[in-house]
Every structure is written in structure tokens, then in C-alpha cells.
């Protein structure tokens, strides 16, 4: 006599990582070289965000390129901020006995 155990396999074809449209809301502040400035924007794809910002020309700024992962990865609605880059000083602080270097 002789025992066989019995295996079964059962596979789920339906799953997915990613969370369906709808489901992620984002918000980025950030930098471009196109758009209005200190307007929060809404938006629900990335050729929209495309539309209002342009691709971006430069690599110092962000809002495209975060627009664009954000989406990628199964994000829903996602709302801009963009903020001025003047690339001036921000703030300074004298320090007593502090040389120039």
C-alpha cells in the first residue's frame, strides 16, 4: 500500500500591486519652468500636468518629473504647488569671528 499526497496549486491571476486610479492623492511643492506660481492645481493624468507645465528643459526642477512617477506608480489625483526658484540667498547668519571661507 502506498500513500501520494495530494498537491494543489491555486494561482491568482487578479492581483496587482499597484492601487487603482482614484485611490492615491498626492500633493507636490515644487520647481518648473513653466506654470503659474503659487497656485495649487489639480490634477488626474500626467498629459495634464504636461499642458499646464511643459516639459522641463532643465534638470534642477521638479514638478514634471515628479508628476510623472507619481502617476506611474497608480496614483489618482495629485495637486501642484509651484514655487519660485530665484536661487538667491535664503536666509545668513553672522558668526562673531567668522572669516569669509
Known amino acids: 500500500m502506498s500513500f501520494n499526497p495530494k498537491i494543489d496549486i491555486s494561482v491568482r491571476t487578479a492581483l496587482s500591486l499597484i492601487p487603482n486610479p482614484g485611490e492615491a492623492i498626492g500633493l507636490i511643492i515644487g520647481t518648473a519652468q513653466y506654470g ?4 495649487v492645481l489639480t490634477f488626474s493624468d ?3 500636468v504636461l499642458d499646464v507645465f511643459q516639459e522641463d528643459r532643465n534638470d534642477n526642477t521638479t514638478i514634471t518629473k515628479a508628476a ?3 502617476f ?3 496614483g489618482g489625483v495629485l495637486k ?3 514655487i519660485a ?3 538667491a ?3 545668513s547668519l553672522q558668526v562673531d569671528g567668522a572669516d569669509s571661507s
Request: aromatic share 10%; net charge neutral; charged share 20%.
Open 36 to 39: 503659474p506660481i503659487n497656485q
Open 46 to 48: 500626467f498629459t495634464s
Open 68 to 70: 510623472e512617477m507619481f
Open 72 to 74: 506611474a506608480n497608480g
Open 80 to 82: 501642484l504647488l509651484r
Open 85 to 87: 526658484d530665484t536661487n
Open 89 to 91: 540667498l535664503k536666509s
